[in-house]
C-alpha cells in the first residue's frame, strides 16, 4: 500500500509541475552593424554564411552540412550533424520578407527532438547603420517542459546569440 501511496504521489508532483511549467521560450538579441540595410540583408539571406558566423559552426568545424533546394530562397534547407556541442538537425527557410525578415523552422534531431521558429530581422537606423535582430522561439513540451523550471533558455542560448552577432558585426564590418 505504501508503493502505491508513493506512485501517487509522484504522479501528482509530475502533474503539478507540469501545470506550472512555462509552456513557451522566446529568445532574441540584437547588434548594430556599420553597414547599408540592403547589404546585411543580402548576407544573412543564405543559410551557408551563417557557417562564417554561427557560433555552433565554431564548436564543430567538422561538421557533416547538406543543403538542399536553393540557398536565399523559401524552401533552402541546411542539415547538419555534429559533436555533442551541436547535435543534429535541419534549418529550412520558411518565409523571406525582403529586405527585412527571413523565417525559418528549426528542427532538431539530436540531443533531442524539438521544433523552433527562428528568424533574423534587419532594421535601419541610418543610410550606413542596420539593427540586425536574431530570435527563436518556440513551445516546451513535457517533460522537457519541467526542465525549464530549473533553467532558462534565454541564459542558455542568449549568449550563443550574443557570440553569433558579434561575429557577424565583425565579418560585415571588415569586408
Given at each position: 500500500?505504501?508503493?502505491?501511496?508513493?506512485?501517487?504521489?509522484?504522479?501528482?508532483?509530475?502533474?503539478?509541475?507540469?501545470?506550472?511549467?512555462?509552456?513557451?521560450?522566446?529568445?532574441?538579441?540584437?547588434?548594430?552593424?556599420?553597414?547599408?540595410?540592403?547589404?546585411?540583408?543580402?548576407?544573412?539571406?543564405?543559410?551557408?554564411?551563417?557557417?562564417?558566423?554561427?557560433?555552433?559552426?565554431?564548436?564543430?568545424?567538422?561538421?557533416?552540412?547538406?543543403?538542399?533546394?536553393?540557398d536565399?530562397?523559401?524552401?533552402?534547407?541546411?542539415?547538419?550533424?555534429?559533436n555533442?556541442?551541436?547535435?543534429?538537425?535541419?534549418?529550412?527557410?520558411?518565409?523571406?520578407?525582403?529586405?527585412?525578415?527571413?523565417?525559418?523552422?528549426?528542427?532538431?534531431?539530436?540531443?533531442?527532438?524539438?521544433?523552433?521558429?527562428?528568424?533574423?530581422?534587419?532594421?535601419?537606423?541610418?543610410?550606413?547603420?542596420?539593427?540586425?535582430?536574431?530570435?527563436?522561439?518556440?513551445?516546451?513540451?513535457?517533460?522537457?517542459?519541467?526542465?525549464?523550471?530549473?533553467?532558462?533558455?534565454?541564459?542558455?542560448?542568449?549568449k550563443?546569440?550574443?557570440?553569433?552577432?558579434?561575429?557577424l558585426?565583425?565579418?560585415?564590418?571588415?569586408?
Amino acid at each position: 500500500m505504501l508503493i502505491l501511496y508513493i506512485v501517487l504521489a509522484i504522479a501528482a508532483l509530475l502533474l503539478l509541475l507540469a501545470a506550472i511549467a512555462p509552456k513557451n521560450y522566446n529568445v532574441s538579441r540584437s547588434i548594430e552593424i556599420k553597414r547599408p540595410k540592403g547589404v546585411v540583408f543580402e548576407y544573412l539571406k543564405f543559410l551557408k554564411n551563417q557557417d562564417e558566423w554561427s557560433p555552433w559552426a565554431k564548436r564543430d568545424p567538422n561538421m557533416e552540412k547538406k543543403f538542399t533546394g536553393t540557398d536565399g530562397e523559401v524552401g533552402g534547407i541546411n542539415y547538419w550533424k555534429g559533436n555533442k556541442q551541436v547535435g543534429e538537425g535541419e534549418q529550412e527557410i520558411t518565409k523571406i520578407v525582403e529586405g527585412k525578415r527571413i523565417e525559418s523552422e528549426l528542427r532538431f534531431l539530436k540531443p533531442f527532438k524539438s521544433t523552433s521558429d527562428a528568424y533574423l530581422e534587419t532594421i535601419e537606423v541610418g543610410s550606413d547603420r542596420t539593427k540586425v535582430i536574431w530570435g527563436f522561439s518556440g513551445k516546451n513540451v513535457f517533460p522537457m517542459s519541467i526542465m525549464m523550471l530549473f533553467m532558462s533558455m534565454d541564459k542558455a542560448v542568449g549568449k550563443d546569440f550574443e557570440e553569433g552577432l558579434a561575429s557577424l558585426k565583425e565579418i560585415l564590418e571588415n569586408n
